[in-house]
């Protein structure tokens, strides 16, 4: 299963139509080809699916989501949290 987790932008690189996210602490790239040009900006949280940002979200419900799922982590296991990695990396549908 993937979750579509808040993540903040970071960085834009406008040139390949890329934003780097920042997911918890992870950073890692998403494409900008499903949003309008100049929609997306450094600071904004969105939400990605399969490599895309899809939309944006407000930041407090961004913020409010983000804890909750720090809380879901915080309960869990060590080897929960290894296997929900693994799935999160083994996203059939991931492209990016």
């Keep these: 299963m993937c979750l579509s987790i808040p993540s903040k932008v970071v960085e834009i690189d406008k040139?390949?139509?890329v934003a780097t996210v920042d997911t918890m602490g992870i950073k890692r790239d998403a494409s900008l080809d499903l949003m309008e040009d100049g929609d997306v900006k450094i600071g904004d949280y969105v939400l990605l699916h399969i490599g895309f940002i899809m939309n944006k979200i407000d930041e407090e419900d961004a913020l409010a989501s983000i804890d909750?799922?720090?809380e879901i982590i915080s309960l869990m296991d060590e080897e929960e949290k290894q296997k929900a990695i693994l799935e999160?990396?083994?996203c059939e549908n991931r492209t990016l």
């Design 88 to 90: 999160a990396d083994e």
């Design 68 to 70: 909750t799922y720090k």
């Design 15 to 17: 040139e390949q139509n």
